[in-house]
């Protein structure tokens, strides 16, 4: 039997959406992007949170910071403890102060940015009390010591290999408190082989779901959002139990993001 805990995400409108510039391989700012249908789209995540009972709280976004939509970089929030990014494009930078801020004046106590770059939950995802934690790309691997420190939680480190699998939370989602699916190709081999031996009922996707970013995905437990390209790993789900919501957000697929990089989860404090 599986059981939806309720969520409280942090999330920002894509009011001044745009690819113009490239920090990664689907960002291509020749191509047009429709600013009003990403707005469109993420409203539908919006309210597929909300129908599934969640709390979505949100963030203003500011103009010229055109990723700031992909929230869950923009800190680690755990017992209520924020550790702020601190990104590794200078076309991002300003949007760890943006989250710092927000997350200060709501109720957040000292929330404390990350000494070298870290990335937030785009690199940073917690399975029960496990910490995992990308490098390869963005989060520098000593930004793991960091974390481990700060939330005082083993964090296991995975190093990401394929480019566009830039963030952990683009080739690995957490579904409940031991349970992850992921696709193994994006990972070194020795990270390969440490999931395999934490995870060894992980669900593993197929490089057709992970091309559609299937594993940029929430869940609570029971419900998983995710892409609704993900058409074999939707599947699976459902085969172990969970229920699926499958959302068409192909305009912010142009920067590289989805479902699970539009939400930071808010995690109280205990
Ligand atoms: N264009 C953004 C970047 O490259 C996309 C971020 C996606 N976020 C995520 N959590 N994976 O930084």
């Known amino acids: 039997m599986r059981t939806a805990r309720p969520r409280h995400y942090l999330m920002c409108r894509p009011t001044y959406f745009d690819v113009v510039y490239s920090i990664n391989p689907w960002m291509d700012p020749g191509k ?7 707005v469109a789209q993420w409203e539908q995540l919006r ?14 976004p500011v ?16 017992d209520g403890r924020a550790l702020v990014a601190r990104f590794r494009d200078a076309e991002r930078v300003a949007e760890g102060p943006a989250y710092r801020d927000w997350l200060h004046t ?7 940015t990350a000494e070298v770059v870290n990335e937030g939950e785009g690199d940073y995802l917690l399975v029960g009390d496990l910490l995992l934690a ?15 420190e700060f939330f005082g939680r083993p964090v296991i480190g995975l190093t990401l290999v394929d480019p566009n699998f830039y963030h952990l939370d683009t080739a690995l989602t957490v579904l409940d408190d031991e349970t992850i699916a992921y ?11 440490v999931l395999k031996r934490l995870f060894p009922d992980a669900l593993i996707a197929t490089a057709d779901d992970a091309r559609v970013f299937g594993l940029n995905a929430t869940s609570d437990g029971l419900n ?11 599947e699976q789900l459902r085969t172990r139990g969970f229920r699926t919501v499958g959302l068409d957000l192909s305009e912010l697929l142009k920067a590289g993001g989805s479902v699970k990089c539009c939400t930071l989860e808010l995690r109280p404090a205990l």
């Open 134 to 148: 990308g490098t390869g790309f963005r989060s520098d691997p000593r930004s793991h010591d960091e974390a481990q």
């Open 224 to 234: 998983v959002v995710l892409p609704q390209g993900a058409i074999a790993l939707a």
């Open 106 to 112: 709501n109720g957040f106590t000292n929330p404390t």
């Open 32 to 38: 047009p992007v429709d600013t009003a249908l990403a």
């Open 47 to 60: 309210q597929t949170y909300l129908e599934l009972g969640h709390t979505v709280d949100l963030i203003d």
């Open 63 to 78: 103009d010229g910071l055109p990723d700031m939509v992909f929230a869950a970089n923009g800190a680690t929030i755990i």
């Open 183 to 193: 696709y193994p190709a994006a990972f070194s081999p020795g990270s390969q082989a």
